[in-house]
């Protein structure tokens, strides 16, 4: 029976979902797929096909490539797998995000029919065929859906493995969470909240779980550990990450507390403004008081004829006196990576002079505000150019505050005894914490959260449906 049900629920799901990604597939505007970051992505997907290195330069190969430490690569690596199965097309980069989407709804759909039953679970697909702003990110080369994917698929392991004690099933749980982490930046410190809320058994003895976080925490760190060298050695600074991550979006939330950055600002605004993605590099120079050399502008170029001559500044005015010395001195140190340091300590030097203590000035208004931002969706006319995207947008809000918030508070109060009900409850909350607090907040950060709480509205929508079905009998 159960086989049956798991069938047809695949079925209704599979067609749904292919046709919502169709629509959003055949109505998406060509400038959505190269907004904003995606250009860097493309860029870095190419550099991996045709030479083998993690660059985000785009020249005639008179020189090298230089190496870069604004990405992770394994957003780019999956654009350089689906070059060289589909061919290097826009539509075709499209294409990965599309078919992420529907693996996502199909996946969720199945965790809802094996906790909850199959009407709950076909519920939960519907409704998770029909998110728009998913299907809004979709359509553009960004790596949240199939980062989402991906988290999604390792937590339900976590899950699954909840009570595994075997060194060698643990190692390699702990190896796959170490890849998945090369993928996106937040997905190392997301995969550690599941392990915690997900993929432990709180009944264990508490020195069991700790083995167990060990285990799964020193493989994961191990495979991690080579991108970390790397960047070392480029750069001669511990970079545990990206340079994006631990400067731009820093400094962004900087300026999201202060309220001078924020989500809620008309679409001219990002068209104007946010047509480069060194837009904020711009803004801060002005803001410090100095003149940077890599302006808002033609983004092929913008490493190019980076060199030594373009310091405009003393660098021992931000780095220790050895580091300084090898960014203005050192041949060997590649110019893009002293572009990329000094694009992190301006960010760094620009946040402190604008921060604001979280926890003491405007706590619970800036706790609030930011909440309001994860999950009010309304990143998501920014990012697209869909015809009649604004109203299907506006369409959703409605559905999303007038219907489905109230459902997944029903689904949560129904299946907070429940021990999964539960974490993914946990999971959620601290999710949203972790964005809150130390991430610039995007709706489209929201999109994994939400995605989960599906399975929630799911089930707040069947106790409706049930107690409509008996009232009328």
């Known amino acids: 029976m159960?086989?049956?049900?798991?069938?047809?629920?695949?079925?209704?799901?599979?067609?749904?979902?292919?046709?919502?990604?169709?629509?959003?597939?055949?109505?998406?505007?060509?400038?959505?797929?190269?907004?904003?970051?995606?250009?860097?992505?493309?860029r870095m997907a190419n550099n991996l096909v045709q030479h083998g290195v993690i660059s985000l330069e785009n020249h005639d190969q008179s020189r090298p490539f230089y190496s870069t430490m604004a990405r992770l690569p394994g957003f780019p690596a999956a654009l350089a797998a689906t070059q060289i199965i589909l061919g290097k097309s826009a539509w075709n980069y499209a294409v990965l995000n599309l078919a992420a989407w529907v693996i996502t709804v199909i996946l969720i759909s199945n965790i809802s029919l094996e906790l909850f039953g199959f009407r709950p679970a076909l519920l939960t697909g519907i409704l998770a065929s029909t998110y728009t702003t998913a299907l809004f990110q979709a359509t553009s080369i960004l790596p949240e859906i199939t980062t989402n994917l991906l988290i999604i698929i390792i937590l339900t392991i976590y899950y699954k493995s909840r009570d595994i004690t075997g060194i060698h099933k643990l190692c390699f749980i702990g190896i796959i969470s170490g890849l998945a982490a090369f993928y996106r930046e937040p997905v190392a410190p997301t995969l550690m909240i599941g392990l915690l809320t997900l993929g432990t058994n709180w009944q264990n003895r508490i020195k069991l779980n700790l083995k167990r976080l060990f285990i799964i925490g020193l493989m994961m760190s191990l495979t991690y550990t080579p991108w970390i060298v790397r960047n070392y050695r480029l750069s001669g600074k511990f970079i545990p990450v990206t340079i994006y991550a631990s400067g731009g979006g820093t400094n962004t939330k900087a300026l999201q507390d202060n309220g001078k950055f924020g989500l809620l600002l008309p679409l001219d605004f990002w068209e104007q403004n946010m047509n480069s993605e060194y837009y904020m590099l711009d803004m801060i120079s002005k803001r410090v008081g100095y003149r940077y050399f890599i302006l808002s502008g033609n983004l092929e170029d913008r490493f190019i004829n980076a060199s030594r001559d373009d310091l405009v500044f003393d660098p021992a005015d931000y780095f220790?006196?050895?580091?300084?010395?090898?960014?203005v001195n050192d041949q060997q140190m590649q110019p893009t990576i002293k572009v990329e340091l000094i694009f992190l300590e301006i960010c760094k030097r620009f946040t402190r002079s604008i921060a604001k203590d979280f926890f003491v000035k405007r706590s619970l208004k800036l706790f609030a505000y930011r909440l309001f931002l994860l999950y009010s969706l309304n990143d998501t006319t920014p990012w697209t150019h869909w015809r009649y995207g604004k109203l299907i947008h506006r369409l959703n809000q409605v559905r999303w505050y007038l219907i489905e918030i109230p459902l997944i508070f029903l689904g949560i109060a129904i299946?907070?005894?429940?021990?999964?009900?539960?974490?993914?409850?946990?999971?959620?909350?601290f999710y949203s914490l972790l964005v809150i607090l130390n991430m610039p907040v995007e709706a489209r950060y929201g999109i994994l959260p939400v995605t989960l709480l599906k399975i929630q509205a799911g089930v707040g929508l069947d106790r409706i449906v049930t107690w409509i079905l008996n009232k009328r009998n």
């Open 415 to 429: 299946n907070l005894k429940q021990n999964c009900g539960k974490r993914i409850f946990l999971f959620v909350f």
């Open 2 to 42: 159960r086989n049956k049900e798991y069938a047809i629920l695949n079925a209704v799901i599979l067609i749904l979902a292919v046709a919502c990604s169709l629509i959003a597939y055949k109505s998406a505007h060509d400038s959505n797929l190269w907004s904003g970051d995606s250009n860097g992505y493309a």
């Open 320 to 327: 220790p006196d050895e580091l300084a010395d090898r960014l």
